[in-house]
């Protein structure tokens, strides 16, 4: 029997990354787990957020997937090198903002990336940023309070337009020409970021880079192409969701 690949988020910004997932493998089968209860992790502390996904991953491996998917970039730079470290038979795909190929392709040397308070803060951005900026200037920006609008369907409401209109212009203002989603969650809003920045500012989302890197990371091999969703909070409330998002119904299953 096929083992399901495991995906982990804080809330539902994963399923940006389910989604290229499912079409770039659609006899897969998928594990889907939203600690949506704790969510948003980016104004916790390091050690919460380590013990909750440690938590999720603990899950996903009593569900025996054969590797796991960390679709949060909060996450990512807290634990997913300790990840690696406590289950070492287990392979793992992280997020990371993508500052590399986005200095890479901006034209004026002027990227910015959109990040919740947990990753603009985190070693793993200061590392990007370090590693690939170069001659570049690189100029972060967090967001609070996005993350929890997207969470509750609010990603095309006023009150979002004004939180992104707050928190892109500052860096439209700078010059940027490249801005990179630092969030899996801001997928859900790229359409509106890329109107408030305007037509000459390139937007990166890597969610589907992610994708792609499963098919390395982890192997392909299933039959199923069944994907199990699973929630820390609400199960009725995010199988609503997932029909208004995607239009899917789905049976949602309680996760601890």
Known sequence: MAQPIGIFDSGLGGLSVLRYAKERFPDEAFIYLADQRRAPYGDR??????????????????????????????????????????????????????????????????????????????????SLISKYAGASTVLTQACPGLVELIEDGLGDSKQAEALLREYVTPLVSAGVDTLVIGCTHYSFVADRISDIAGPGVRIIDPADAVAKQIGRAIPIDGTAGLTRYETSGDAVRMRRQLLEMFDEESPVYPSP
């Open 45 to 126: 502390s390091r050690e919460e957020i380590f013990s909750y996904t440690n938590l999720a991953v603990n899950r996903l491996i009593e569900l025996e997937v054969k590797g796991v998917v960390i679709a949060c970039n909060t996450a990512s730079d807290v634990a997913l090198d300790r990840m690696r470290e406590l289950y070492p038979d287990i392979p793992f795909v992280g997020i990371e903002p993508a500052v590399k190929p986005a200095v890479a392709s901006s034209q004026n040397g002027i990227v910015g990336v959109l990040a919740t308070t947990g990753t603009v803060t985190g070693s793993r951005l200061r």
